[in-house]
C-alpha cells in the first residue's frame, strides 16, 4: 500500500509561480513512474506531467510545456510540480500519481494510487 499527500497549492494571482510537493509512504518510491493530474471544475480529470523511475524522462500536456516542470528525489520519496507563470485556466484541483510502470502514463487507469488532491486557484 502507498500514501501520497500533496501540498503547496494556494490561491494566486496570474503570473504567478507555485511549486506543489507529493510524497509518498513506502519503500517503492524510486520503482514507480508519477505523475501529476488535474481536474477543473465541470471537467474530467487530465494529465498534466510525468516522470520516470529514474526522473531521466519527463513528460508534459502541450498547455503547459515550457511553464510547468516536474522533478523527483528519491531519496525524499517525493514528487514536485514546479509551476510558473500561472493562468487562470490552470486552476484545478492536482493530484499526484503513483503507477509501476517504468515510464508515466497519460491514462488514469494505468495509475495504481492517488493523493487527495490540492487546490490551485489563479485569479486574473
Known amino acids: 500500500q502507498v500514501q501520497l499527500v500533496e501540498s503547496g497549492g494556494g490561491l494566486v494571482q496570474a503570473g504567478d509561480s507555485l511549486r506543489l510537493s507529493c510524497e509518498a509512504s513506502?519503500?517503492?518510491?524510486?520503482?514507480?513512474?508519477m505523475g501529476w493530474f488535474r481536474q477543473a471544475p465541470g471537467k474530467e480529470r487530465e494529465f498534466v506531467a510525468g516522470i520516470s523511475r529514474s526522473g531521466g524522462r519527463t513528460y508534459n500536456q502541450d498547455s503547459v510545456k515550457g511553464r510547468f516542470t516536474i522533478s523527483r528525489d528519491n531519496a525524499k520519496n517525493t514528487v514536485y510540480l514546479q509551476m510558473n507563470s500561472l493562468k487562470p485556466e490552470d486552476t484545478a484541483v492536482y493530484y499526484c500519481a503513483y503507477t509501476a510502470r517504468i515510464k508515466p502514463a497519460t491514462a488514469e487507469y494505468e495509475y495504481d494510487y492517488w493523493g487527495q488532491g490540492t487546490q490551485v486557484t489563479v485569479s486574473s
Open positions: 513506502g519503500r517503492t518510491f524510486s520503482r514507480a513512474a
